[in-house]
């Protein structure tokens, strides 16, 4: 991952994907052979709900320049509720992020449902050209990185 | 040798020139909101030109132990699978300057040094480091109103195992800061130097053209601890009889659990190892631990042998105060008052050494009662 | 500085060398056994019966466990399943590199024990550090008078080192193998009961006679008590401990029994040296 | 007319005795002196003697109602003396179902501030939840604003906000008194003293408390009863509430007016939803 700014740079941008929707969403567009930036890395949870908070610290941590959470639609939950849960806990932890200094745009939360693999792919093309355009992350990065490791403690 | 207060700064500035000057600088804790008051931090940090020292009043609420024994210090890297490879991490070998330590923390590093360095295995880590650090120990000119060193038989002006002793000299008048409120030096007065070590003379020379000889000066040395403590000179031994003496119950009652007092005690070693991962790499490092944790000391499976907070504090003040005495020969509570200052539920060592001291070793009944009319300060 | 360096070499006591697992074997359902040398070949360290070694598996963590075998070039552990670690050993494939550093702790009384008649005692994976030294009474049967060795496990299929325990060691010269199991099973025809009961059965004279017991806590303190009251002395009967371990060399803290740490001054210690300490076990 | 100090002190003692001989209490929490004048410390009175210790004044600051914690299964009750935080942190504990009411007897003591600067921004001075009152309530404040530091650092640029709390998380030395004292940090295990590799690292570095705190914060943040005792146990003075306080803004900005420990049982924010929950995900 490069760390200067220049034209070849590419965001890694983490998106946790509801296994119910999103995942087949993003899975539709594959298979419509829909194109979108390639510097999204997809983790598949079984709901948006299942997303830790610290999960997204977590990621900022470990070198991802955006982190997105997408869900099924509210009401459409495979497990019936679970993104009501998620959409009030996110809508906190934007805040509590940008309160933290974060760029809002660094962390986004998206409902997709499977049959919107247009949407998908329109989701990951905008967050992607946004990060891309905000230049890498440089909050809440790390310091174990082995290439980064040297002696500890004092500073 | 004396060093007029006003060269100080010049003295560090030479001494930085070639290591890193750890002393306890007082930083203005920035909070562009101004809600607050502004918070003023001391803490020993490297030295950089118009940096506020703070030599006197109040001690760092963090001790020095970090520059010898970091808070986190990486040991090695290493890469599982293909390739795996394991591969030491060594500490920075650029000289290092401890300055203006209390005689409390240079006792602590004493111990420190007795931990690390004896019983069949020397830590190379701290090895390093040890071997790099000059001390320069500070007397102190005051002293706060958790100070029990002298009662743990430290002398609050002298630290004899440092590399320069350093006190004022008795002319040395103080004031209050306009600004702080801390006590500043209300004239030029001077500081008294004394190198007892090899390393030490070496360390004096670099900043020789700013000393003068030894004169009248003297040294400033009846200071004594304000709060004095009726310990049991025994109570080592004793304590080792009172294992399961009712005592603990009662003492312990209190504590929240917490590791404020490992953190922030100067002779608190003990450490925990563990690693962090970036995909198949990873680096394995160790970081001070607190034996009042749940994990400490819970085994594989789940089994706990300090299972709640009265075995785990147990365990530190019979650390301090006994086991520490049998295997190495010395009490590990050096009497900073730390612990004292900055417990969230105010427990206090000194209380429980004099009571442990007061107590029969026998009895099988325990009242605060007992000491009911207390000395308050 | 004022230090004494007891030590004179200047190896780093914490860094492990990399070394490879070349064989896992399954004793029980939740017991496996690993073969462990350096990636060259050779054995990593000469170990004395009882001596622990720092085992990590990179990446996930370290753990202290004893040594229950060593030949000309392997060292070997036998590792039960209990937590995430041990879980995670369990996923090993020969081949696979680990990292190893000691040999830490004391080891068996041997020149104590040399002469005299031994019974051994051990209780489900506490045989693993008994057998180091049942390995070093039978690599020198001459030093040692006769054997007795008494081992008890959950039910048969959780018996470990099935063949030493089953079939060779009964064979070896003037020894004898007792072997309980806490719950009778269909395909088990010897003794059922728990160790210190059984202890007790078969009466074990206590003349000239020293004890080495490991297994579960509970299982050495009715086991020890059972000794003693059959006559056995404090001082004749060795046990060994297992407490979290970081450091392995006495500087981290946590495996402290009052001011002994059992990784550096244990984990081989007496019942009269277990007597002085804080009822902390 | 206003009781004074030394009076309630003596109320206290009083009822403290009254609870120890009905038999049914096998202790009471207060707090007693300490050789400073201006600290007490946190004690356990469970004999006629020990109640006289118990003391009465501006320093009583620890709170007491965590103790419940410390034997979840009592065969008897534990007498606890709440001012009105301690109260609140005591429907938080049974909210929470971390201990029973019938557990717990509440010597109520109506609180007229402490030396704690997070008594300015009380809201509940008298005790919402107690078996017995000791003196007189006192006059709640009306005007406390318990959301202005947030809105006051809400203002700052975002670099400016992450540099102050990259700077506070570098000073946090890892200590969990924070969570040992907090009412709503009741779990029976925290998620810190479960090791895994990549969960909770024990290092007291920057990216170690930035996980630490944040994942703290948006545990308690929707069941803060805004006691405060978090900021007051920092050994290193982190403005821990001003994290806290700002996602109870948020909770009251996006679902309404909200407080936490009150005397009935309304679920965490979090641990509920509604179906017209704005929704800004769309």
């Given at each position: 991952?490069?760390?200067?700014?220049?034209?070849?740079?590419?965001?890694?941008?983490?998106?946790f994907?509801?296994?119910?929707?999103?995942?087949?969403?993003?899975?539709?567009a594959?298979?419509?052979?829909?194109?979108?930036?390639?510097n999204?890395?997809?983790i598949?949870?079984?709901?948006s709900?299942?997303?830790?908070?610290?999960f997204?610290?977590?990621?900022?941590?470990?070198?991802?320049?955006?982190?997105?959470?997408?869900?099924?639609?509210?009401?459409?939950?495979?497990?019936?509720?679970?993104?009501?849960?998620?959409?009030?806990?996110?809508?906190?932890?934007?805040r509590?992020l940008?309160?933290?200094?974060?760029?809002?745009?660094?962390?986004?939360?998206?409902?997709?449902?499977?049959?919107?693999?247009?949407?998908?792919?329109?989701?990951?093309?905008?967050?992607?050209?946004?990060?891309?355009?905000?230049?890498?992350?440089?909050?809440?990065?790390?310091?174990?990185?082995?290439?980064?490791a040297?002696?500890?403690?004092?500073? | 040798?004396?060093?007029?207060?006003?060269?100080?700064d010049?003295?560090?500035?030479?001494?930085?020139?070639?290591?890193?000057?750890?002393?306890?600088?007082?930083?203005?804790?920035?909070?562009?909101?101004?809600?607050?008051?502004?918070?003023?931090?001391?803490?020993?940090?490297?030295?950089h030109e118009?940096?506020?020292?703070?030599?006197?009043?109040?001690?760092?609420?963090?001790?020095?132990?970090?520059?010898l024994?970091?808070?986190?210090?990486?040991?090695?890297?290493?890469?599982?699978?293909?390739?795996?490879?394991?591969?030491?991490i060594?500490?920075?070998?650029?000289?290092?300057i401890?300055?203006?330590?209390?005689?409390c923390?240079?006792?602590?590093?004493?111990?420190?040094?007795?931990?690390?360095?004896?019983?069949?295995?020397?830590?190379?880590?701290?090895?390093?480091?040890?071997?790099?650090?000059?001390?320069?120990?500070?007397?102190?000119?005051?002293t706060?109103r958790?100070?029990?060193c002298?009662?743990m038989?430290?002398?609050?002006?002298?630290?004899?195992?440092?590399d320069?002793m350093?006190?004022?000299?008795?002319?040395?008048?103080?004031k209050?800061?306009p600004?702080?409120?801390?006590?500043?030096?209300?004239?030029?007065?001077?500081?008294?130097?004394?190198a007892?070590?090899?390393?030490?003379?070496?360390?004096?020379?670099?900043?020789s053209?700013?000393?003068?000889?030894?004169?009248?000066?003297?040294?400033?040395?009846?200071?004594?601890?304000?709060?004095?403590?009726?310990?049991?000179?025994?109570?080592?031994?004793?304590?080792?009889?009172?294992?399961?003496?009712?005592i603990?119950?009662?003492?312990?009652?209190?504590?929240?659990?917490?590791?404020t007092?490992?953190?922030?005690?100067?002779?608190?070693?003990?450490?925990?190892?563990?690693?962090?991962n970036?995909g198949?790499?990873g680096?394995?490092?160790?970081?001070?631990?607190?034996?009042?944790?749940?994990?400490?000391?819970?085994?594989?499976?789940?089994?706990?042998?300090?299972?709640?907070?009265?075995?785990?504090?147990?365990?530190?003040?019979?650390?301090?105060?006994?086991?520490?005495?049998?295997?190495?020969?010395?009490?590990?509570?050096?009497?900073c008052?730390?612990?004292?200052?900055?417990?969230p539920?105010?427990?206090?060592?000194?209380?429980?050494?004099?009571?442990?001291?007061?107590?029969?070793?026998?009895?099988?009944?325990?009242?605060?009662?007992d000491?009911?009319?207390?000395e308050?300060? | 500085?004022?230090?004494?360096?007891?030590?004179?070499?200047?190896?780093?006591?914490l860094?492990?060398?990399?070394?490879?697992?070349?064989?896992?074997k399954?004793?029980t359902?939740d017991?496996?056994?690993?073969?462990?040398?350096?990636?060259?070949?050779?054995?990593?360290?000469?170990?004395?019966?009882?001596?622990?070694?720092?085992?990590?598996?990179?990446?996930?963590?370290?753990?202290?466990?004893?040594?229950?075998?060593?030949?000309?070039?392997y060292?070997?552990?036998?590792?039960?399943r209990?937590?995430?670690?041990?879980?995670?050993?369990?996923e090993?494939?020969?081949?696979?590199?680990?990292?190893?550093?000691?040999?830490?702790?004391?080891h068996?009384?041997?020149?104590?024990?040399?002469?005299?008649?031994?019974?051994?005692?051990?209780?489900?994976?506490?045989?693993?550090?008994v057998?180091?030294?049942?390995r070093y009474?039978?690599?020198?049967?001459?030093?040692?008078?006769?054997?007795?060795?008494?081992?008890?496990?959950?039910?048969?299929?959780?018996?470990c080192?099935?063949?030493?325990?089953?079939?060779?060691?009964?064979?070896?010269?003037?020894?004898?193998?007792?072997?309980?199991?806490?719950?009778?099973?269909?395909?088990?025809?010897?003794?059922?009961?728990?160790?210190?009961?059984?202890?007790?059965e078969?009466?074990?004279?206590?003349?000239?006679?020293?004890?080495?017991?490991?297994?579960?806590?509970?299982?050495?303190?009715?086991?020890?008590?059972?000794l003693?009251?059959?006559?056995?002395?404090?001082?004749?009967?060795?046990?060994?401990?297992?407490?979290?371990?970081?450091?392995?060399?006495?500087?981290?803290?946590?495996?402290?029994?009052?001011?002994?740490?059992?990784?550096?001054?244990g984990?081989?210690?007496?019942?009269?040296?277990l007597?002085?300490?804080?009822?902390?076990? | 007319?206003?009781?004074?100090k030394?009076?309630?002190?003596?109320?206290?003692?009083?009822?403290?005795?009254?609870?120890?001989?009905?038999?049914?209490?096998?202790?009471?929490?207060?707090?007693?002196?300490?050789?400073?004048?201006?600290?007490?410390?946190?004690?356990?009175?469970?004999?006629?003697?020990?109640c006289d210790?118990?003391?009465?004044?501006?320093?009583?600051?620890?709170?007491?109602?965590?103790?419940?914690?410390?034997?979840?299964?009592?065969?008897?009750k534990?007498?606890?003396?709440?001012?009105?935080?301690?109260?609140?942190a005591?429907n938080?504990?049974?909210?929470?179902?971390?201990?029973?009411?019938?557990?717990?007897?509440?010597?109520?003591?109506?609180?007229?501030?402490?030396d704690?600067?997070?008594?300015?921004?009380?809201?509940?001075?008298?005790?919402?939840?107690?078996?017995?009152?000791?003196?007189?309530?006192?006059?709640?404040?009306?005007?406390?604003?318990r959301?202005?530091e947030?809105?006051?650092?809400?203002?700052?640029?975002?670099?400016?906000?992450?540099?102050?709390?990259?700077?506070?998380?570098?000073?946090?030395?890892?200590?969990?008194a924070c969570?040992?004292?907090?009412?709503?940090?009741?779990?029976?295990?925290?998620y810190?003293?479960?090791y895994?590799?990549g969960?909770?690292?024990?290092?007291?570095?920057?990216?170690?408390?930035?996980?630490?705190?944040?994942?703290?914060?948006?545990h308690?943040?929707?069941?803060?009863?805004?006691?405060?005792?978090?900021?007051?146990?920092?050994?290193?003075?982190?403005?821990?509430?001003?994290q806290?306080?700002?996602?109870?803004?948020?909770?009251?900005?996006l679902?309404g007016?909200?407080?936490?420990?009150?005397?009935?049982?309304?679920?965490?924010?979090?641990?509920?939803?509604?179906?017209e929950?704005?929704?800004?995900?769309?």
């Amino acid at each position: 991952m490069s760390v200067k700014k220049d034209n070849n740079w590419e965001p890694v941008i983490l998106a946790f994907c509801c296994n119910w929707c999103t995942y087949t969403g993003a899975d539709l567009a594959g298979l419509n052979r829909m194109k979108y930036p390639e510097n999204v890395r997809v983790i598949r949870v079984p709901c948006s709900s299942r997303v830790n908070p610290q999960f997204i610290i977590r990621a900022f941590q470990k070198g991802a320049d955006g982190v997105l959470v997408c869900g099924c639609h509210p009401g459409d939950c495979h497990y019936a509720t679970g993104n009501y849960y998620t959409r009030r806990r996110f809508m906190l932890m934007k805040r509590l992020l940008e309160y933290n200094g974060i760029d809002p745009k660094r962390f986004q939360a998206k409902w997709i449902s499977g049959s919107e693999a247009a949407k998908f792919r329109d989701t990951v093309i905008q967050v992607s050209a946004e990060i891309k355009a905000l230049g890498p992350n440089t909050k809440f990065v790390g310091t174990y990185a082995p290439q980064t490791a040297t002696e500890g403690g004092q500073e | 040798m004396i060093l007029a207060k006003k060269d100080l700064d010049q003295a560090l500035k030479i001494l930085s020139q070639d290591a890193v000057v750890f002393a306890p600088l007082i930083t203005l804790i920035e909070d562009k909101s101004q809600i607050d008051q502004p918070a003023f931090e001391k803490k020993f940090m490297p030295y950089h030109e118009g940096a506020a020292v703070g030599l006197d009043n109040f001690n760092t609420v963090k001790p020095p132990k970090d520059v010898l024994f970091p808070n986190v210090e990486k040991l090695y890297k290493y890469k599982t699978g293909e390739g795996a490879y394991i591969e030491e991490i060594v500490p920075e070998d650029k000289p290092k300057i401890l300055f203006g330590i209390r005689p409390c923390d240079m006792r602590s590093i004493d111990s420190m040094d007795k931990v690390f360095f004896t019983k069949e295995y020397v830590d190379s880590y701290y090895a390093k480091r040890r071997e790099l650090v000059t001390i320069v120990a500070m007397g102190c000119m005051d002293t706060q109103r958790t100070c029990f060193c002298d009662s743990m038989g430290l002398d609050p002006t002298y630290a004899p195992t440092a590399d320069v002793m350093m006190n004022v000299t008795k002319s040395t008048r103080t004031k209050a800061c306009p600004v702080t409120g801390c006590t500043i030096p209300e004239d030029d007065g001077s500081y008294i130097l004394e190198a007892l070590t090899e390393k030490g003379k070496a360390l004096l020379d670099k900043i020789s053209s700013l000393c003068t000889e030894n004169g009248a000066e003297e040294a400033v040395r009846d200071v004594s601890c304000s709060l004095k403590i009726e310990k049991d000179p025994e109570l080592d031994k004793k304590l080792s009889k009172m294992f399961e003496h009712p005592i603990w119950d009662k003492i312990t009652k209190g504590c929240i659990g917490c590791g404020t007092c490992t953190f922030v005690c100067p002779t608190c070693y003990c450490f925990d190892i563990d690693n962090e991962n970036y995909g198949a790499e990873g680096c394995k490092y160790r970081c001070w631990d607190s034996c009042m944790f749940s994990d400490y000391t819970r085994m594989a499976g789940g089994a706990n042998p300090r299972p709640t907070k009265k075995e785990r504090l147990r365990n530190r003040y019979m650390h301090k105060l006994s086991y520490f005495n049998e295997r190495y020969g010395e009490t590990l509570c050096v009497g900073c008052g730390r612990c004292i200052e900055n417990c969230p539920a105010h427990l206090d060592i000194s209380e429980f050494i004099e009571k442990a001291s007061k107590v029969d070793a026998e009895a099988k009944e325990y009242s605060e009662a007992d000491f009911a009319e207390k000395e308050v300060r | 500085m004022a230090v004494d360096h007891e030590c004179s070499c200047n190896k780093n006591p914490l860094l492990p060398s990399l070394c490879k697992v070349i064989d896992v074997k399954q004793e029980t359902p939740d017991v496996q056994t690993y073969t462990i040398q350096t990636l060259d070949g050779k054995k990593p360290f000469s170990p004395l019966p009882g001596q622990l070694a720092m085992v990590s598996l990179l990446g996930v963590g370290e753990a202290m466990f004893s040594i229950t075998a060593q030949g000309e070039d392997y060292i070997q552990s036998s590792i039960k399943r209990t937590g995430l670690l041990t879980e995670a050993f369990h996923e090993i494939q020969p081949g696979q590199e680990i990292g190893v550093r000691g040999p830490y702790g004391n080891h068996f009384p041997i020149e104590d024990l040399k002469g005299k008649d031994i019974l051994f005692i051990g209780g489900g994976i506490g045989i693993a550090p008994v057998r180091s030294m049942i390995r070093y009474a039978f690599e020198h049967r001459d030093e040692f008078g006769h054997l007795d060795i008494l081992y008890g496990a959950r039910s048969k299929s959780d018996i470990c080192f099935k063949e030493d325990v089953l079939e060779q060691w009964p064979k070896e010269k003037d020894t004898n193998v007792y072997v309980t199991t806490d719950v009778p099973s269909d395909d088990w025809d010897g003794h059922v009961g728990f160790v210190p009961s059984y202890i007790e059965e078969v009466g074990f004279k206590p003349e000239g006679k020293k004890v080495v017991l490991c297994g579960p806590p509970i299982m050495i303190k009715l086991s020890s008590e059972s000794l003693l009251k059959m006559g056995f002395q404090k001082e004749d009967v060795v046990t060994t401990l297992e407490l979290r371990m970081k450091c392995g060399i006495g500087k981290c803290g946590r495996c402290n029994i009052g001011s002994k740490f059992v990784c550096l001054d244990g984990p081989v210690f007496t019942l009269a040296e277990l007597d002085e300490l804080p009822d902390e076990k | 007319m206003a009781y004074t100090k030394e009076q309630i002190q003596d109320m206290i003692r009083q009822e403290a005795k009254k609870a120890l001989a009905s038999g049914e209490v096998s202790a009471v929490v207060g707090w007693t002196s300490t050789r400073f004048a201006d600290k007490t410390k946190p004690f356990f009175a469970e004999t006629e003697a020990e109640c006289d210790l118990l003391v009465w004044n501006e320093y009583c600051v620890n709170g007491t109602a965590k103790y419940a914690l410390d034997d979840r299964y009592p065969e008897k009750k534990l007498a606890v003396i709440a001012r009105g935080c301690d109260s609140r942190a005591i429907n938080r504990l049974i909210q929470d179902k971390q201990v029973k009411r019938e557990n717990l007897y509440i010597i109520g003591v109506p609180c007229d501030g402490k030396d704690n600067p997070i008594c300015k921004e009380c809201q509940h001075k008298n005790p919402l939840t107690f078996d017995v009152l000791v003196g007189e309530e006192v006059e709640e404040q009306i005007n406390a604003d318990r959301f202005a530091e947030v809105l006051a650092f809400e203002k700052l640029t975002p670099d400016e906000r992450y540099d102050y709390w990259a700077k506070q998380y570098d000073k946090c030395i890892h200590c969990y008194a924070c969570r040992n004292a907090c009412p709503a940090c009741n779990c029976i295990e925290c998620y810190a003293d479960q090791y895994r590799t990549g969960w909770q690292g024990k290092a007291a570095d920057r990216e170690q408390n930035q996980v630490y705190g944040l994942t703290r914060v948006f545990h308690v943040g929707d069941r803060c009863i805004e006691c405060g005792e978090c900021e007051r146990v920092c050994p290193m003075d982190l403005p821990i509430m001003r994290q806290t306080r700002k996602m109870l803004k948020d909770i009251n900005d996006l679902f309404g007016d909200y407080e936490c420990g009150m005397p009935n049982d309304s679920k965490p924010v979090l641990g509920e939803y509604k179906l017209e929950d704005p929704d800004e995900f769309m």
